[in-house]
């Protein structure tokens, strides 16, 4: 049975956040492994003025498997998602980013202080970082150039139409043993959807993760993203994505590959031309050694901005429903 499936789910940000909330309807057996390499809002005060790891993937994936079953847990869940959009210093952050860092000073380790959130949470499922080395992404660029910092490739302050060439961390970070476990023990394996290089990748360069996937004999799913990404994707088909995928993970492990066929409405992407992006034109003709699934993957709600948050987000989803559905279709 499908419930019974133990699934991982690597990635981080508000693509794991959607996979992981249409799971946790089906199953309990999940585990979030979650890039560590934010450098950019929150992230960068904790990495600067606590010295912790950045902990804001780890707070949306906390956030997606959390209870809500009663009053209580829904208010809770409501807190770790609240942004202060006032206050000096403290505006821009969240309460579940300042609850963790609280945390992790009681409990004198930011690990434990991840799996406590996730007691008091009653998550379904557990989160993992998958590093807890701290470390900075680094991009180098078909022109030479090289960019550290998660935040800077992102963002980019250069040309974001100038391809990555490679991404690497400094210094390499090294995959914790429970999440090496959690993969090995693994009957799914969910790959995104989610930034790129910065979330994907991320994870992928980490040492151990790469040879993990290959040993699992887990089932192993990457789901494509909706948009191209100024910065980190611009121009890419649904091909390029997979020619660079080939580099960290070779294309011969994925069993399936994801990717929506549904037009997005006009006046979204009208929306996203300021940002140089446009829908990922599925072009992925020929043998491959996985299967195509092209389906309805869109989430027909619409995409608020918080109040205090000034960093850019996506504007349109895959639907969480959706991805689940057809996660459980085919691992059934």
């Not at 998602?81 to 409990?107: C, D, N, P, V, W």
């Not at 991009?139 to 910092?149: F, L, Q």
């Not at 895959?318 to 559905?325: F, M, N, P, T």
Request: net charge positive; aromatic share 8%.
């Amino acid at each position: 049975m499908f419930k019974d499936k133990k699934i991982v789910v690597i990635g981080g940000g508000t693509g794991t956040y959607s996979i992981l909330t249409g799971l946790k309807k089906y199953t309990n057996n999940i585990t979030a492994i979650v890039t560590m390499a934010d450098s950019g809002g929150s992230a960068k005060i904790e990495r600067d003025e606590w010295g912790l790891l950045p902990s804001s993937d780890i707070r949306k994936s906390l956030i997606a498997l959390a209870d809500v079953s009663t009053e209580n847990s829904l208010l809770l869940r409501q807190l770790f998602r609240y942004r202060y959009a006032q206050g000096k210093g403290i505006s821009g952050m969240t309460f579940g980013i300042l609850f963790l860092i609280t945390l992790t000073k009681i409990l004198n380790s930011q690990t434990e202080a991840i799996k406590k959130a996730g007691e008091i949470l009653n998550i379904r499922g557990k989160v993992l970082p998958v590093s807890i080395d701290k470390v900075h992404l680094v991009a180098e660029y078909e022109d030479g150039t090289k960019v550290t910092g998660e935040h800077f490739i992102d963002e980019p302050k250069h040309n974001g139409m100038i391809k990555i060439k490679r991404l690497r961390t400094i210094p390499q970070a090294k995959i914790t043993p429970e999440t090496k476990t959690a993969i090995s023990e693994s009957d799914a394996i969910i790959i995104g959807p989610g930034g790129f290089y910065t979330t994907i990748l991320a994870n992928l360069v980490v040492s151990g993760v790469g040879q993990a996937i290959k040993e699992s004999g887990a089932k192993k799913i990457f789901i494509l993203n909706l948009m191209t990404e100024y910065g980190q994707t611009y121009g890419f088909t649904a091909s390029k994505f997979l020619e660079e995928m080939d580099k960290y993970l070779p294309l011969k492990l994925l069993d399936y590959v994801f990717i929506n066929n549904t037009a997005i409405p006009e006046k979204i992407l009208n929306r996203y031309t300021k940002y140089h992006a446009e829908p990922i034109k599925n072009d992925l003709t020929g043998k491959y050694p996985f299967k195509v699934i092209a389906a309805d993957l869109l989430s027909k709600k619409a995409v608020a901005k918080e109040k205090g948050d000034t960093l850019p987000r996506s504007l349109i989803r895959h639907s969480s429903e959706k991805l689940a559905r057809l996660c459980k279709k085919i691992l059934i």
